[in-house]
Every structure is written in structure tokens, then in C-alpha cells.
């Protein structure tokens, strides 16, 4: 199914390169005249200052997968040891080996028996006709050859200002020869389109190296000993053991050509585009649609660019249109059969398709860890439980946050003072776990649960950093809904219902650190706090409230005293009671707190301190952070940059 629906999308894409052709950067082009002479020097398109053309221009070229050891050149545009027969330069002193000139000769005259057979083919082609007058006339030979460059780079030739491998007839003969290379001569039934075709021994085409990450290798690591990227087949059997019936090729996985050959197009050119792919740690996320309406969108988009407009609406639209069951969908088949009998209209069936395939290698194989071809219906549905499920309040303004899935990704890392911000990815020491990238993709996907160890592992940074921003608090609530109580509503904001012992006592928590820090502030508002709760008490009372709770409780009565010394009784009335509800509603209070309760405490913490600021602020009233306590300011602001 996955390379039937790259097929798909390869035949409606207008955007697919032509067949047997790839994108590749064409570093040396050579302008010919129409009798084959040269119009000049080989002219190099690198342009070093600018990223996207470093390595030369990008165009459209003749490609195949290349194997065996004989060559096999590409037509009409190839690297400099095969269109011109040229060796690397050797270094200063040393001279080219013996071998390596036979090598270079071998391939050139491979290039140049296929350009000739072209040019005979093609005898109304001005640019076959240019380019084997010029191979017949020995000027590779004479050229001046530029100080830098290698056998490998890739040279192309112009006539009249066209390239010669893109014309109609380059491209028919192009895909006459990637026939004969790649096929049997065999018809058989696909099992792709499930028609009867000339079938493959071989995929004509590889992805580009690059495009999807080795498994289990951060590519965001800035390490130098990472491996180099590598070419993916979707399916090699060149082993006899990797086999059935010890047997090499694709002899019993049948696929014909134009399967073989649109699917790999197709994921190349998704994968090279930021509307259609993401990367996420060592994997590699492609999505497209089908069927679809102008002005559709693939829903994942919004979990990586969060935009609250579109999620909005998504919002109010998608609860009312629930994606069609199977029987449905066959009593809507059979209205359709029935309408020319019965003369009633057919049933309408949304036919939108959302396909989705995260993809790793594993050397030059392509390894699929995970593939989705839903109705778009269901795939939206799957976007609005995430953004339900991890939606917070901001704490200045009172509306609602929502973050992408790489600042998620990005919180579940260290904090650093230093920078006030979290480690970059890639980072040695951010302790970023890379599965966890993988887990939080799967979950925004399928709409499942999250791993209990990434609770775990987000529990430890939040009482190493001492940090509660939006991003974890978005994770706490994204935990507590899929993984732990997957049967409750978790609020967005303060909830004043739950009466779990857990959630009350970071509510608790909250109250007695505010109460603190007005109290201290009462003398100075410049004061800095020395130490404040979190700072003593924050992992004791997030894992045992039982054993802290009575001495904060005793502590509170200095602050309190001190806010009617200083005529602030109503204020000190106001904390009194917040911490007399809560410690009386606390039955009993829990000596020890598990995995999900750990969750619910800190998420009680976050909501009660968002609700004092979004408080304070319709007031008039905000507080300035403190700011030498960023790990967990009085201000929750994210100051972390997308």
C-alpha cells in the first residue's frame, strides 16, 4: 500500500521530474555550437556565497541506480570521468596510476558509444548531433581544464542554449536504455497496481542520500565522526540468504516499472520539500494527500507550524464531521450502484485521503517504522485530540497557548542559567532522549498514548532545572490525558472539581510559594529571594507531600504575621482561606506519590500559578519576575525561541 499510494500521488503530482530523471546539483556546464565546437571554456556554476548553489545549480538530470562493476554512463550529462575521461589532478609531485587512467578511458568510451548510438536514434536531435561531433573531435582532450575540480562532479552540455539531456528525444532514449538495464524483458502482474507489466529486477532509482537519517544517528548531533548519508532503495534483495528460496532481485516480489520508478520520484520529491516532510531525530516524516480539494491541507502541518486561526476552525468543523465507518462507506457504495435503477441520488462519500510514512535507513535500505492512509476526516480528528490534549493558559494574557512539536521536543531537554534557554538540539549534554522525539510523532499521529518513560524522564529535568514552563506544562497535560487517565477531561485551566490528593497538593504548593514571595517583597520590592520554596522543599513535596507538608504549613504563619503587621489583612485573609480549603479538602494526605500522580502534582503547581497570574494581571496588578530565580520564575513567561 505504501508504494501504491506514492504511485498515486507521482500520477497527479505535476510536480514529479520526468521518468528515469532526479534533481542534482550540475557543477561544470560546456556551451557547444551546433557543429559540436566548443563556444568556450567550461564554466563552473558553484557560487560558494550562497548555500542553496555551493555544489552548483540544480536541475533536472538522467539518473539511475548504478551496480556491477562495468559502466554505466548517464546520457547526455554525467561526471567528469565519464562525459570527458578526465582523472582526479594528481597532487604536487605524484602522477595519475596506471589503473586509474584505464578506468577513466573505460568509462569515457562507454559515454561515447552511447552518445553515438543517440545521435544515430535521434538524427532530427541538433543537441545529440552537437554533442557526438564534439566526443569524434578529440576536445576533451584538448581542453584546458579548470585548477579545481573532481572526476565525480557532474558536467553538463548546452546547444542554443538548452541542455541537451532534457530534450524529447534525450528523455525518450534515456528511458529505452534504463529498460534494457533495469528490466528482465519479463511481463508479470504488479503487485503495486495489481496490472499486468513489464516487471523490474531493480529499482531504477535510489533517494537521495540525505533525505532520510540513518537509524539510531542524530543528524542534529555536531559531532564529527558522524556516518556519511547514503542512497535508499525501498527494496534490495542482492543477497541469495535476504531471499526467498535463496533467490537475488525482485523475483518474487513483482513490480512493474513505472511503480518502481514513480514511487521513488515521488518520495524524493516529498522528502525535499517543507509542505510535504519534516525530520524528526533519526526519522524521517513524508505526508501527502490525495483526492483532495483545492485549499486543502494535511493536517500534521499544523502539529509542526502551530496557527490558532486554522486550528480554530478545525476546532468548531471537525467534531461534527466524524470520519465514515466501513459500513458506511459501503452503504454509500451501494447507493451509488443503485442510483441509475432507483433514480435517487447517490450518497455522498468524502474520497480525501491522508498518507503519512515515517521512514529511517539502515545503511542503503529503506526501514518503515511507521505508515498511516487514513480518511483526511480521521486524520484531522487526530489533530484536534492533540492540540485538546495539550492546550495551556498563558499566564500574561489568559488565552490559549498551543506549541509545535518541536519546542515539545525541545523542552524535554536540560535548561541551561547560563543562556536562559534550553540546550539546542544535538547538544551532548541536553540529555534529549531521541525516542522521545519518535513517541511524541507516533502519539500526535494515531491519537495513542505516550510512553510511561517519558513522564519519568520529564519528571527528573523538571527537578534538575527547577523549570515549569508552557512547553512542559503542555507535555504534564498531554501525559495525564493519553497515558494516565485517558478516562478524565484534563482542563486547560485551573480546576477547582478535581479533588484528587495529588493535584490539590501542588495547588497547595502554589498557594505557600506565592504567599511566600509577597510577604518577602513586603519590605523591598527590589529584594531578591535567597531561597524560595522550590528551592528547598520542590522535590520532597512533589514525591512525598506527607512528609513537608506540615512544615510548610507551620512556616506559612510568618508570613502571614507579617502581612497584618504591615495592615495587609484582607490580603492575609485572602491567602488563609486558599490554604485552608485546599489543606482541608486533602484526604488524606499522600505519603508517597506514584508515576501519574507526580504528573497531576506538577500540573496542580502550573495551574494554580497560571490562575494567580492571569488574575493578577486582570487587576492591573502583575508582578515582575524575580529575576535571579529563572528555573522557576514567579512569572511563567517562555521565553525559549521557536
Same mark, same amino acid.
Given at each position: 500500500?505504501?508504494?501504491?499510494?506514492?504511485?498515486?500521488?507521482?500520477?497527479? $503530482?505535476?510536480?514529479?521530474?520526468?521518468? &528515469?530523471?532526479?534533481?542534482?546539483?550540475?557543477?561544470?556546464?560546456?556551451?557547444?555550437?551546433?557543429?559540436?565546437?566548443?563556444?568556450?571554456?567550461?564554466?563552473?556554476?558553484?557560487?560558494?556565497?550562497?548555500?542553496?548553489?555551493?555544489?552548483?545549480?540544480?536541475?533536472?538530470?538522467?539518473?539511475?541506480?548504478?551496480?556491477?562493476?562495468?559502466?554505466?554512463?548517464?546520457?547526455?550529462?554525467?561526471?567528469?570521468?565519464?562525459?570527458?575521461?578526465? +582523472?582526479?589532478?594528481?597532487?604536487? @609531485?605524484?602522477?595519475?596510476?596506471?589503473?586509474?587512467?584505464?578506468?577513466?578511458?573505460?568509462?569515457?568510451?562507454?559515454?561515447?558509444?552511447?552518445?553515438?548510438?543517440?545521435?544515430?536514434?535521434?538524427?532530427?536531435?541538433? @543537441?545529440?548531433?552537437?554533442?557526438?561531433? &564534439?566526443?569524434?573531435?578529440?576536445?576533451?582532450? !584538448?581542453?584546458?581544464?579548470?585548477?579545481?575540480?573532481?572526476?565525480?562532479?557532474?558536467?553538463?552540455?548546452?546547444?542554443?542554449?538548452?541542455?541537451?539531456?532534457?530534450?524529447?528525444?534525450?528523455?525518450?532514449?534515456?528511458?529505452?536504455?534504463?529498460?534494457?538495464?533495469?528490466?528482465?524483458?519479463?511481463?508479470?502482474?504488479?503487485?503495486?497496481?495489481?496490472?499486468?507489466?513489464?516487471?523490474?529486477?531493480?529499482?531504477?532509482?535510489?533517494?537521495?542520500?540525505?533525505?532520510?537519517?540513518?537509524?539510531?544517528?542524530?543528524?542534529?548531533?555536531?559531532?564529527?565522526?558522524?556516518?556519511?548519508?547514503?542512497?535508499?532503495?525501498?527494496? $534490495?534483495?542482492?543477497?541469495?540468504?535476504?531471499?526467498?528460496?535463496?533467490?537475488?532481485?525482485?523475483?518474487?516480489?513483482?513490480?512493474?516499472?513505472?511503480?518502481?520508478?514513480? $514511487?521513488?520520484?515521488?518520495?524524493?520529491?516529498?522528502?525535499?520539500?517543507?509542505?510535504?516532510?519534516? =525530520?524528526?531525530?533519526?526519522?524521517?516524516?513524508?505526508?501527502?494527500?490525495?483526492?483532495?480539494?483545492?485549499?486543502?491541507?494535511?493536517?500534521?502541518?499544523?502539529?509542526?507550524?502551530?496557527?490558532?486561526?486554522?486550528?480554530?476552525?478545525?476546532?468548531?468543523?471537525?467534531?461534527?464531521?466524524?470520519?465514515?465507518?466501513?459500513?458506511?462507506?459501503?452503504?454509500?457504495?451501494?447507493?451509488?450502484?443503485?442510483?441509475?435503477?432507483?433514480?435517487?441520488?447517490?450518497?455522498?462519500?468524502?474520497?480525501?485521503?491522508?498518507?503519512?510514512?515515517?521512514?529511517?535507513?539502515?545503511?542503503?535500505?529503506?526501514?518503515?517504522?511507521?505508515?498511516?492512509?487514513?480518511?483526511?476526516?480521521?486524520?484531522?480528528?487526530?489533530?484536534?485530540?492533540?492540540?485538546?490534549?495539550?492546550?495551556?493558559?498563558?499566564?500574561?494574557?489568559?488565552?490559549?497557548?498551543?506549541?509545535?512539536?518541536?519546542?515539545?521536543?525541545?523542552?524535554?531537554?536540560?535548561?541551561?542559567?547560563? +543562556?536562559?534557554?534550553?540546550?539546542?538540539?544535538?547538544?551532548?549534554?541536553?540529555?534529549?532522549?531521541?525516542?522521545?522525539?519518535?513517541?511524541?510523532?507516533?502519539?500526535?499521529?494515531?491519537?495513542?498514548?505516550?510512553?510511561?518513560?517519558?513522564?519519568?524522564?520529564?519528571?527528573?529535568?523538571?527537578?534538575?532545572?527547577?523549570?515549569?514552563? @508552557?512547553?512542559?506544562?503542555?507535555?504534564?497535560?498531554?501525559?495525564?490525558? =493519553?497515558?494516565?487517565?485517558?478516562?478524565?477531561?484534563?482542563?486547560?485551566?485551573?480546576?477547582?472539581?478535581?479533588?484528587?490528593?495529588?493535584?490539590?497538593?501542588?495547588?497547595?504548593?502554589?498557594?505557600?510559594?506565592?504567599?511566600?514571595?509577597?510577604?518577602?517583597?513586603?519590605?523591598? !520590592?527590589?529584594?531578591?529571594?535567597?531561597?524560595?520554596?522550590?528551592?528547598?522543599?520542590?522535590?520532597?513535596?512533589?514525591?512525598?507531600?506527607?512528609?513537608?507538608?506540615?512544615?510548610?504549613?507551620?512556616?506559612?504563619?510568618?508570613?502571614?504575621?507579617?502581612?497584618? $503587621?504591615?495592615?495587609?489583612?484582607?490580603?492575609?485573609?485572602?491567602?488563609?482561606?486558599?490554604?485552608?480549603?485546599?489543606? @482541608?479538602?486533602?484526604?488524606?494526605?499522600?505519603?508517597?506519590?506514584?508515576?501519574?500522580?507526580?504528573?497531576?502534582?506538577?500540573?496542580?503547581?502550573?495551574?494554580?500559578?497560571?490562575? &494567580?497570574?492571569?488574575?493578577?494581571?486582570?487587576?492591573?496588578?502583575?508582578?515582575?519576575?524575580?529575576?535571579?530565580?529563572?528555573?522557576?520564575?514567579?512569572?511563567?513567561?517562555?521565553?525559549?525561541?521557536?
Amino acid at each position: 500500500m505504501f508504494l501504491s499510494r506514492l504511485r498515486e500521488f507521482a500520477d497527479t $503530482s505535476d510536480a514529479t521530474p520526468p521518468m &528515469f530523471y532526479t534533481w542534482r546539483n550540475i557543477r561544470w556546464m560546456l556551451e557547444l555550437n551546433a557543429d559540436g565546437t566548443p563556444a568556450g571554456e567550461l564554466v563552473d556554476l558553484a557560487v560558494p556565497d550562497e548555500q542553496a548553489r555551493r555544489n552548483g545549480r540544480r536541475e533536472l538530470v538522467p539518473n539511475l541506480q548504478r551496480s556491477g562493476t562495468k559502466p554505466q554512463p548517464m546520457l547526455g550529462c554525467d561526471d567528469v570521468k565519464n562525459a570527458l575521461g578526465w +582523472t582526479d589532478t594528481p597532487r604536487a @609531485g605524484q602522477s595519475v596510476a596506471a589503473k586509474d587512467l584505464a578506468r577513466a578511458q573505460r568509462c569515457h568510451d562507454d559515454f561515447v558509444a552511447m552518445v553515438e548510438d543517440w545521435a544515430h536514434a535521434e538524427q532530427n536531435d541538433r @543537441g545529440a548531433q552537437a554533442l557526438h561531433a &564534439f566526443l569524434l573531435s578529440g576536445e576533451p582532450d !584538448k581542453m584546458s581544464r579548470p585548477p579545481k575540480y573532481a572526476s565525480s562532479d557532474l558536467v553538463a552540455f548546452r546547444v542554443d542554449g538548452e541542455f541537451v539531456h532534457l530534450s524529447p528525444g534525450a528523455q525518450h532514449y534515456w528511458a529505452q536504455i534504463a529498460l534494457q538495464r533495469k528490466t528482465s524483458g519479463a511481463n508479470g502482474l504488479c503487485l503495486v497496481c495489481a496490472q499486468h507489466a513489464q516487471l523490474i529486477d531493480t529499482f531504477p532509482q535510489q533517494v537521495t542520500a540525505g533525505l532520510i537519517p540513518a537509524i539510531g544517528v542524530d543528524p542534529d548531533n555536531r559531532s564529527k565522526n558522524k556516518p556519511q548519508p547514503n542512497p535508499v532503495t525501498p527494496t $534490495s534483495i542482492n543477497k541469495e540468504s535476504m531471499g526467498f528460496e535463496l533467490t537475488t532481485q525482485l523475483t518474487h516480489s513483482p513490480i512493474c516499472v513505472h511503480c518502481a520508478e514513480g $514511487s521513488v520520484a515521488a518520495l524524493d520529491l516529498l522528502l525535499r520539500g517543507r509542505d510535504h516532510s519534516r =525530520r524528526i531525530g533519526d526519522t524521517a516524516l513524508a505526508w501527502w494527500l490525495l483526492n483532495s480539494e483545492p485549499g486543502d491541507i494535511a493536517p500534521i502541518q499544523l502539529v509542526f507550524e502551530p496557527d490558532n486561526a486554522a486550528i480554530d476552525a478545525l476546532l468548531a468543523d471537525v467534531p461534527n464531521a466524524q470520519a465514515p465507518e466501513p459500513r458506511q462507506l459501503v452503504k454509500a457504495a451501494g447507493t451509488i450502484i443503485d442510483s441509475p435503477r432507483s433514480g435517487r441520488p447517490p450518497g455522498e462519500v468524502d474520497t480525501r485521503v491522508f498518507c503519512a510514512a515515517a521512514l529511517s535507513a539502515n545503511k542503503t535500505r529503506l526501514i518503515l517504522r511507521d505508515w498511516i492512509d487514513v480518511p483526511l476526516p480521521a486524520a484531522q480528528q487526530a489533530v484536534v485530540k492533540w492540540f485538546k490534549h495539550l492546550s495551556v493558559q498563558d499566564p500574561t494574557t489568559g488565552s490559549i497557548r498551543r506549541f509545535s512539536l518541536y519546542r515539545l521536543v525541545l523542552a524535554c531537554g536540560r535548561w541551561s542559567r547560563q +543562556t536562559n534557554s534550553y540546550l539546542p538540539m544535538g547538544e551532548p549534554a541536553a540529555d534529549r532522549p531521541l525516542w522521545a522525539q519518535r513517541d511524541l510523532l507516533t502519539a500526535a499521529l494515531h491519537a495513542g498514548p505516550l510512553p510511561p518513560s517519558l513522564g519519568q524522564h520529564l519528571l527528573r529535568r523538571l527537578r534538575a532545572d527547577r523549570r515549569l514552563d @508552557g512547553q512542559r506544562h503542555a507535555l504534564l497535560k498531554l501525559l495525564l490525558a =493519553r497515558t494516565f487517565h485517558p478516562d478524565r477531561e484534563i482542563q486547560v485551566t485551573l480546576d477547582d472539581t478535581d479533588n484528587t490528593p495529588a493535584y490539590l497538593s501542588g495547588r497547595l504548593f502554589a498557594v505557600l510559594e506565592s504567599l511566600q514571595y509577597t510577604a518577602t517583597r513586603l519590605d523591598n !520590592k527590589a529584594k531578591k529571594l535567597n531561597s524560595t520554596l522550590a528551592d528547598r522543599y520542590l522535590s520532597a513535596a512533589s514525591t512525598s507531600p506527607a512528609r513537608v507538608m506540615p512544615e510548610l504549613l507551620r512556616g506559612s504563619q510568618a508570613h502571614l504575621k507579617k502581612l497584618r $503587621s504591615r495592615n495587609r489583612d484582607g490580603l492575609a485573609t485572602h491567602y488563609v482561606k486558599q490554604r485552608d480549603e485546599l489543606s @482541608g479538602r486533602i484526604k488524606p494526605v499522600p505519603m508517597a506519590l506514584g508515576l501519574a500522580e507526580q504528573c497531576a502534582w506538577f500540573n496542580g503547581y502550573a495551574d494554580q500559578r497560571n490562575h &494567580f497570574f492571569v488574575a493578577a494581571v486582570a487587576r492591573g496588578q502583575q508582578q515582575e519576575p524575580d529575576s535571579e530565580v529563572p528555573e522557576l520564575p514567579d512569572n511563567p513567561t517562555d521565553t525559549t525561541s521557536n
